[in-house]
Structures are given as structure tokens and as C-alpha cells.
């Protein structure tokens, strides 16, 4: 069983910037995928991001609406990941959430919650106007 970990949330003014973390448990997969969601009050959960790794490649996606401004990354000798948040706006307020898939995604699977196998317990961002 693995367990994730998010860090790094908390209130900031429209402009500002925040580094989201995620620490896993465990030994760091070969293979697999980390993905971050958010959930806004009221509405569903969206995909933001996710980087998927084999081996000694990455590829990372973004969801239109933080491309440019998010960037994920991972550390694998941690196995821990985090989310660079830049330029936020008020439409950014949400519970953060990583999560952990066993499986190498790619296609359109990276941005399907029901992908992947562990998720954490969430960090709120707010920003503020």
C-alpha cells in the first residue's frame, strides 16, 4: 500500500505562486505515473497535470487551463513529486489532490481519475482577488 503525502498549500493573492508537494511511501516504481486533480466547492474534479516515467523518460501534460503556468516534476531517487503553480488566479481555489498510478499513462488515460491506484489526502489552495 503506498501513501501519499500533499504539502505546500495555503492562501495567496492572485499573482502569486506555490509549490505543491507529494511524498510516496515506499520505494520509487520504474514505471508509473503521478497525476494531480483538483476539486473546486460545488463542482467536480478536474485533471491539472501529470508526468508519466519509464525508465529514464518523463513526458508531462497539462490541462488547458494551468498550461503555462503549472509545472509538474518529479523526483524519482525521492519518490516524491510536486506542482509549481505560477501566476494564480481566484479560479484556482480548490482542494489539490496527487495520486499515484502503478501504470505507465499516456493517450488520454493520464487524466482519468480512475487510473490511478493511490491518492492522497488533499492540500486546500485559496487565492484570493
Known amino acids: 500500500q503506498v501513501q501519499l503525502v500533499e504539502s505546500g498549500g495555503g492562501l495567496v493573492q492572485a499573482g502569486g505562486s506555490l509549490k505543491l508537494s507529494c511524498a510516496a511511501s515506499?520505494?520509487?516504481?520504474?514505471?508509473?505515473?503521478m497525476g494531480w486533480f483538483r476539486q473546486a466547492p460545488g463542482k467536480e474534479r478536474e485533471f491539472i497535470s501529470a508526468i508519466s516515467w519509464n525508465g529514464g523518460v518523463s513526458y508531462s501534460y497539462y490541462a488547458d487551463s494551468v498550461k503555462g503556468r503549472f509545472t509538474i516534476s518529479r523526483d524519482n531517487a525521492k519518490n516524491t513529486g510536486s506542482l509549481q503553480m505560477n501566476s494564480l488566479k481566484p479560479e484556482d481555489t480548490a482542494d489539490y489532490y496527487c495520486?499515484?498510478?502503478?501504470?505507465?499513462?499516456?493517450?488520454?488515460?493520464?487524466?482519468?481519475?480512475?487510473?490511478?491506484?493511490?491518492w492522497g489526502q488533499g492540500t486546500q489552495v485559496t487565492v484570493s482577488s
Open positions: 495520486a499515484t498510478s502503478r501504470a505507465y499513462l499516456s493517450g488520454a488515460l493520464y487524466a482519468r481519475g480512475d487510473m490511478y491506484n493511490y
Open positions: 515506499g520505494r520509487s516504481p520504474t514505471g508509473g505515473a
